[in-house]
């Protein structure tokens, strides 16, 4: 029976990849097929155009068969590498990738830089996208063209008010396999979200049950006053507002809407239990949070923490226009995935502290984003401008270099992507430069660099260094920090060496290495 070990596993992987790779140059065929299809000009140009057409037929054909050279690959990685018994190459594709986590392995990254969300003209709507996975990696298995995104309903239009439809549109997809560069991928039940739909209850504190009544469009809460589904810390720290230029968007169904103020002076916090609306998350989904907050005109200062599960993440007040309506959104990285903040007991809260005046909140939205070629998307709408028939943006992805090998096709079989590392420049002891080898006992060991920039030069926690022309410590170690001048690796790893003046070098990017 078979037992190749993981190097020899490696290396069928890279010589299935270029196999593959080496045929997927050969879509050159696509475009001098249409030249010679565009000059022919004879008696028998029928059937010299059929000639043409049936052999670029072949050839896309032979691309198209990635599967069957990737497939029985992935199973034998799956079985003797990792030691699990699925077949299904997306189950054994599962597998793998937490293999590649589980054990700092990785390939080369596609070097995907996604491009910004431009406003919709004078609109003040927000359109926002995550591109990271749960580990932080890049989300590399989308086609990198110009997405467009353009309204096709506002509320005059047949959507509800803030609830506006759109269409997602990627590129315009090519005849075969051949020309794979555009996706062809079209979405026209986009819709923009308000607090309707948040996996909260009340998250527009529109319902209450409270002993005062509202004075001025105000009411002041006292003990015992709750606001349905939150636990406050403190009632007498908070009121309930009702002035319309208090209240962030009059949202459909909801008859009285309300603010609540978090009153100047107090730390206020309010949390809700996940289970107070069974909140039920799916693994695979991520969970954005969006609020609307209004700091008064004269506030200076303040905290305003929002709490999700076992994650955090908190805001300065100051930069938030003050005396207005800012739309405020978690940032968009791997904390949004469930992996990531589910804990026993989760809740959702937010708390406002060390602040000189009032503030407002309302529209509390946590829900799941939506899905488009790979990466994850929201639009959430405004009060002061709202989306507008035909409003229309574009976002263009782009390549920082050439892709890569490995990447590209587990993209194009399965639509899916591995851990992965952009190569970082190689670093070389010469020209003054001397570097220095430190084994620090019982804590991490370092290598540090009389001058440079490790981290301009591409170097990242994660990425697999090899030191090559030492004297003492040549091989490969996995990179736990980064600075400017200090390289850390695992405790143990390097001995005493240096400062080293010529010849040694450093390199760090993917665990294996793309093919050529």
């Not at 097929?33 to 037929?57: C, H």
């Not at 208090?246 to 239990?273: H, K, N, Y």
Request: with cysteine.
């Amino acid at each position: 029976m078979a037992s190749p070990t993981v190097a020899e596993m490696d290396a069928q992987l890279q010589a299935a990849v270029l196999l593959l790779d080496n045929m997927l140059a050969q879509q050159t065929v696509a475009t001098e097929e249409d030249a010679y299809v565009q000059i022919l000009e004879s008696d028998f140009a029928a059937s010299q155009a059929r000639g043409a057409r049936l052999f670029r037929s072949r050839v896309a054909g032979a691309v198209s068969s990635g599967a069957a050279v990737l497939n029985p690959l992935l199973t034998a990685y799956a079985h003797h590498v990792v030691g699990v018994p699925e077949r299904s190459p997306q189950a054994a594709l599962d597998r793998i990738y937490q293999y590649f986590v589980d054990n700092s392995k990785s390939i080369k990254s596609r070097g995907v830089t996604y491009g910004s969300i431009a406003s919709f003209g004078s609109n003040k709507g927000a359109l926002v996208r995550l591109t990271v996975d749960e580990n932080g990696y890049d989300l590399e298995h989308e086609f990198v063209e110009a997405k467009v995104v353009t309204c096709i309903k506002d509320e005059n239009t047949g959507a509800e008010r803030y609830r506006e439809v759109f269409e997602l549109r990627g590129g315009n997809k090519g005849v075969d396999s051949l020309d794979a560069t555009k996706s062809g991928a079209l979405r026209r039940d986009f819709t923009a979200k308000d607090s309707s739909t948040s996996l909260l209850r009340n998250s527009s504190f529109s319902q209450y049950s409270i002993a005062a009544s509202f004075s001025a469009g105000r009411a002041v809460l006292a003990a015992a006053d709750t606001i349905t589904g939150w636990t406050m810390n403190a009632e007498t720290n908070f009121a309930l507002d009702q002035n319309t230029a208090l209240v962030a968007r009059d949202i459909v169904g909801d008859t009285t809407p309300t603010s609540l103020v978090f009153e100047s002076g107090s730390t206020g916090t309010i949390t809700q239990a996940f289970s107070v609306n069974r909140l039920k998350l799916a693994a695979n989904l991520p969970y954005l949070a969006e609020l609307w907050v209004y700091p008064h005109a004269s506030l200076t200062t303040g905290t305003m923490t929002v709490t999700w599960g076992s994650q955090s993440e908190a805001f300065t007040l100051s930069t938030l226009t003050a005396g207005a309506w800012n739309q405020v959104f978690l940032t968009r990285d791997k904390l949004l995935w469930p992996a990531n903040f589910n804990v026993a007991g989760a809740t959702f809260a937010i708390s406002i502290a060390s602040h000189d005046q009032e503030v407002l909140v309302d529209e509390v939205r946590f829900g799941s984003m939506e899905p488009f070629d790979g990466t994850w998307w929201h639009a959430g709408g405004s009060s002061a401008a709202k989306f507008l028939l035909d409003d229309t943006t574009t976002i263009t992805d782009s390549f920082t270099a050439s892709d890569s090998k490995i990447q590209h096709w587990l993209w194009r079989v399965y639509a899916r992507h591995l851990p992965h590392y952009d190569d970082a420049t190689g670093i070389t002891a010469a020209g003054g430069r001397t570097l220095t080898f430190n084994d620090n006992g019982g804590s991490p060991d370092t290598i540090t660099l009389s001058t440079g920039d490790c981290t301009s030069d591409g170097y990242v926690v994660g990425q697999t260094l090899t030191v090559a022309s030492s004297s003492s410590n040549d091989g490969t170690y996995v990179l736990t920090a980064v600075a400017a001048t200090t390289l850390t690796v695992a405790t143990g790893s390097l001995t005493a060496e240096g400062p080293v003046s010529a010849t040694t070098t450093l390199a760090a990017g993917a665990s294996i290495a793309d093919p050529t």
